[in-house]
């Protein structure tokens, strides 16, 4: 966030893989997910760890398909 804030003009993806990678944000989410419990990992296969987070993630979906008329929760 630190970098996104003092660039003026805000920084692209490429400009944001470039000085992170993938895998560092991949495994810095990824490590998030496991500290809150919210992912469990076992036998290197990840997992959904608390339903309440998957029908959370269900609610905001629907809200946003209702409230902003979208079709679908990528559009």
Do not use: C
Request: hydrophobic share 40%; net charge positive.
């Amino acid at each position: 966030m630190w970098e996104l804030y003092e660039a003026p003009d805000g920084l692209s993806e490429v400009e944001i893989l470039g000085r992170y990678g993938a895998q560092e944000i991949v495994d810095t989410r990824l490590g998030r997910l496991l500290r809150n419990g919210q992912v469990v990992e076992s036998n290197g296969r990840y997992r959904i760890g608390r339903q309440h987070v998957l029908r959370m993630a269900r609610i905001l979906v629907a809200l946003k398909m209702v409230l902003l008329s979208k079709r679908s929760e990528f559009d």
